[in-house]
């Protein structure tokens, strides 16, 4: 992906500036960057949603939903902090963790107005209880699915 060592160090800095505000950690940027080619395992409780699943995946229980595209930088960095830190977490709460690619499902995301993204939807029960937009910190992420599972 990188062709000389200047350009890898660009990038790091560019995502070190953007991020390190939001609390997400260098490392995790550099590890994704460095497996992006390699088929990562998923935590169990992680799935990929279309169309035709959404709306039996989020009918009962507690599910976060990452709406995301593949163009999205942003995107594949909250993606990292979710499959590498949050779903982990959240497996044994119960908690499912759902991803919405937008380019392949439109509609879903016009259905629940995801309007920028990364967008976090939580859903308790087939309704969509709290949203998050942009990249977000893993506690704050944790925070709300804890307020909501009281």
């Given at each position: ?36 080619n390699e088929r990562q395992k ?21 599910t976060l939903v990452d709406f ?83």
């Open positions: 992906m990188f062709h000389t060592q200047a350009q890898l160090r660009k990038y790091v800095h560019y995502y070190r500036l953007c991020y390190e505000n939001v609390g997400v950690p260098e490392l995790v940027v550099i590890q994704y960057r460095k497996r992006s998923k935590a169990a409780n992680m799935v990929n949603l279309t169309q035709d699943t959404f709306d039996g995946a989020v009918a009962q229980g507690v995301w595209a593949t163009w999205c930088g942003p995107c594949k960095i909250m993606g990292a902090v979710l499959e590498e830190q949050l779903a982990p977490q959240l497996e044994p709460l119960g908690v499912k963790v759902g991803k919405v690619n937008i380019e392949d499902a439109p509609a879903l995301a016009a259905r629940f107005e995801v309007m920028a993204i990364p967008t976090l939807l939580l859903f308790s029960d087939g309704k969509a209880v709290a949203r998050m937009t942009g990249v977000q910190k893993p506690q704050d992420v944790l925070d709300k699915v804890k307020e909501l599972k009281g």
